[in-house]
């Protein structure tokens, strides 16, 4: 329908809480490019990008509820699958 | 469609019927290819008005007299469009009389004229 | 409805699902004492067949005392640094006083547009007899009213600085551009439930407010306001679930029915539309209006809208929906948006309640590189001349009504995709009377509910009936001076240039700038 090449993001505030998140994102997720913009950063990657409880707390070292994400949220694209473990966004084609 | 109000038979109230004006009727006016006048402009007008009238006396105190190249409109050769179809207006007679009604659109076109830098601004 | 497969021993913690489940199944039931379609009576209006509402999945799965936690959380963040903001009078640290002129737009053209969405979502989630959609409705609706109430204890710091921020509901109501964005909301209010729904959490959430939310609020950060950059995040955060609600909508409607997908789509085509115009105004705030520029309109409109909805559209394509009709025209406007709005507003910045400014030789620089197709051919030409004008002391302002859309009410400020010199103008007779376009979209509109938009409230028209004075005076007999007043906007203060504005005098007074002009002292 369309030439476009499916992207997936989500866009995060630029503050401690996120740095750890950007970098799970980035450690499983290796085609994502990060943008960094005043106060924002947006994760690009191509058609699903993946965000593991798991990573972000060897990366803190102590527990973190990935409901928490909602604080620091901006934005986001695609369609969510969100468990206790991970949030996925992923667009189906 | 999707509510109520629009099931029933209540006729649409339409805002901006000609009996709203008092008397008087919409009538816009643009002119081609000089985008300083960001808009075509909307008047005041009696259905009764000479259109030699909005060119002597409406025209020239709307924005249009603010460009530079509005003094050197040669009038003769000004072409007119109404409903964006050309149309060739009678100075003489009434808006009424040559069926400019409510709610017109009259169109200019002075081709010597480029707007500003010739960009058509 | 059976809410036992749910339930775990005593003891065990649920699952963020099984919570959920519990929230949005368990709390649901089927009245006895009335008739259901009676209750839910605006559901069959639109042909939308919904067959199944457990169906409905909200993909956050955010349970009540989850929502409350982490709202009151972002609470406090944001009053801390509003807090701060105040003692440390962070309104002299922005990086010019034109920047407040954004905001002044913001928080009369957005803030109660914010109001509208409460009120709509607040109804929305009464109309839903599906409880996972009424929760997330009444979610939404709460959420609405903090990004009012935010914005509002956010922009009040400016307010006892600046002109122009003291009276924002009045004017939404009343000022000729704000009907832009007011009648935006009016028409989504007034349509069925799941029309509202597509209007507002897809059609506006989804695929245009990033173009808001995204790049404005990035450049509020870098032009040093930490305020507005902290509500706007704040209430983004909200947006990023209000989002995830609206293609969770979209998904469930087409799926419980093959003949829904026509219908919506429909709604897709006329929403996308209505929003697109409703942004012509965010393109000047991008590439005129931020003293220090992030992205330009053309940049973000890629990003945000052909890069991401067309991401969308890729996806939604298995339901049969394409791209919202028109939406090839939007790109190829994109390298005129914003310098055609802008001249609108240099032309009538006697009515407007925020001043305009011409751009600087680095701003046109800026905007050249930005529009290497447009800026110099199009539009430098003109600034230059404003400027020779102004310098001249003969600045031009249009003392003319503009003549205005009927479906969207901008006036015809835009111009043919062949001639950008050209007028884009469009005409149909309904019932008698003649109606105005500025474009295809907004004529489709118009043709297919002639019976709404014949009622459109439009300023100049209203001008002109003589309805535009203020309650409780006597018309002066200057119709202009008494849409002013009737607007609320203060004349001399409030309007007109920057540039020899009280605020500006203010500014450089506070910044210390006139220290070194003897004149000034004088």
């Given at each position: 329908m369309n030439t476009i090449q499916s992207t997936v993001f989500m866009a995060l505030q630029t503050n401690d809480d996120t740095r750890p998140i950007i970098e799970a994102l980035q450690r499983d997720n290796p085609d994502a490019v990060v943008h960094r913009l005043p106060a924002m950063v947006k994760i690009d990657a191509p058609g699903r990008l993946v965000l593991r409880r798991s990573t972000v707390e060897e990366i803190l070292g102590t527990d973190w509820d990935l409901q928490s994400i909602n604080l620091n949220l901006i934005s986001l694209s695609g369609n969510v699958d969100e468990s206790e473990d991970e949030m996925i966004l992923h667009w189906n084609r | 469609m999707h509510t109520h109000a629009q099931q029933t038979?209540?006729?649409?109230?339409?805002?901006?019927?000609?009996?709203?004006?008092h008397g008087q009727q919409l009538l816009y006016v643009g002119w081609d290819h000089?985008?300083?006048?960001c808009a075509p402009i909307a008047l005041l007008v009696?259905?009764?008005?000479h259109f030699g009238e909005l060119i002597d006396s409406l025209l020239p105190a709307s924005?249009?007299?603010?460009?530079?190249e509005w003094p050197q409109i040669d009038w003769a050769h000004v072409e007119w469009l109404h409903a964006d179809r050309p149309f060739t207006p009678e100075r003489d007679a009434t808006l009424k009389a040559q069926g400019i009604g409510h709610k017109a659109y009259l169109r200019l076109r002075t081709p010597a004229l480029r707007g500003i830098a010739g960009t058509g601004a | 409805m059976n809410t036992q497969d749910t339930r775990r021993p005593a003891g065990k913690k649920l699952s963020l699902k099984e919570k959920y489940a519990q929230m949005t199944r368990g709390l649901g039931w089927d009245t006895s004492y009335e008739p259901m379609d009676q209750v839910f009576d605006q559901l069959g209006l639109e042909g939308i067949k919904i067959h199944?509402?457990?169906?409905?999945?909200?993909?956050?799965?955010?349970t009540m005392d989850a929502y409350w936690k982490y709202q009151a959380e972002k609470e406090r963040k944001l009053y801390a640094v509003l807090d701060a903001f105040q003692q440390n009078n962070g309104?002299?640290?922005?990086?010019?006083?034109?920047?407040v002129n954004t905001l002044k737009l913001f928080f009369t053209g957005i803030t109660p547009a914010e109001y509208n969405a409460h009120r709509l979502f607040a109804m929305l989630g009464r109309q839903f007899p599906g409880p996972g959609a009424a929760i997330a409705c009444q979610m939404q609706a709460v959420d609405e009213l903090r990004h009012v109430q935010t914005q509002i204890h956010s922009i009040s710091q400016y307010n006892k600085y600046f002109n122009?921020?003291?009276?924002h509901t009045v004017m939404n109501d009343r000022l000729w551009y704000l009907s832009v964005p007011k009648s935006f909301f009016e028409d989504a209010i007034s349509s069925g439930p799941f029309e509202q729904i597509i209007a507002i959490?897809?059609?506006?959430?989804?695929?245009?407010t990033n173009l808001v939310f995204m790049p404005f609020m990035s450049g509020a950060a870098y032009n040093g306001d930490m305020a507005t950059v902290t509500f706007g995040f704040s209430s983004q955060s909200d947006e990023a679930r209000h989002m995830t609600l609206g293609l969770e909508c979209i998904k469930f409607v087409l799926e419980?029915?093959?003949?829904n997908a026509a219908i919506i789509q429909r709604y897709l085509d006329k929403w996308f539309w209505r929003g697109y115009k409703v942004l012509g105004l965010v393109s000047m705030m991008l590439?005129?209006?931020?003293?220090?520029?992030?992205?330009?309109w053309k940049e973000a409109w890629d990003i945000y809208f052909v890069q991401n909805g067309g991401s969308l559209f890729n996806d939604l394509s298995r339901y049969g929906l394409s791209m919202p009709k028109y939406w090839e025209q939007s790109v190829a406007e994109a390298e005129h948006l914003s310098h055609q709005t802008w001249n609108a507003f240099y032309n009538f910045s006697g009515a407007a309640a925020f001043h305009v400014w011409l751009p600087s030789d680095e701003d046109m620089a800026w905007l050249a590189e930005k529009y290497p197709n447009t800026f110099d051919q199009h539009y430098r030409p003109r600034i230059e001349h404003y400027r020779k004008l102004q310098a001249e002391g003969k600045r031009y302002y249009n003392p003319s009504l503009p003549m205005l859309c009927?479906?969207?009410?901008?006036?015809?400020?835009f111009t043919e995709m062949d001639d950008p010199t050209r007028t884009s103008h469009r005409q149909l007779e309904h019932d008698g009377d003649t109606y105005h376009f500025c474009s295809d979209g907004c004529r489709d509109i118009f043709a297919e509910q002639p019976d709404k938009y014949v009622s459109a409230w439009l300023p100049a028209h209203q001008i002109l009936q003589g309805n535009?004075?203020?309650?409780g005076t006597e018309a002066a007999g200057d119709p202009g001076a008494d849409a002013l007043r009737y607007f609320h906007v203060v004349a001399g203060q409030?309007?007109?240039?920057?540039?020899?504005s009280p605020d500006e005098a203010n500014w450089r007074r506070w910044k210390g700038?006139?220290?070194?002009?003897p004149a000034a002292a004088a």
């Open positions: - | 038979s209540v006729p649409p109230l339409v805002r901006d019927r000609v009996d709203n004006f000089h985008t300083m006048i009696s259905p009764e008005l924005a249009f007299a603010l460009h530079s | 199944d509402w457990d169906k409905w999945e909200d993909p956050f799965r955010l309104h002299l640290n922005i990086s010019d006083a034109r920047y122009g921020l003291h009276d959490s897809f059609a506006l959430e989804y695929l245009l419980q029915d093959p003949g590439d005129y209006m931020l003293p220090k520029k992030v992205m330009s009927q479906t969207c009410q901008t006036p015809l400020i535009c004075v203020e309650p409030d309007n007109l240039d920057y540039e020899g700038l006139d220290k070194t002009t």
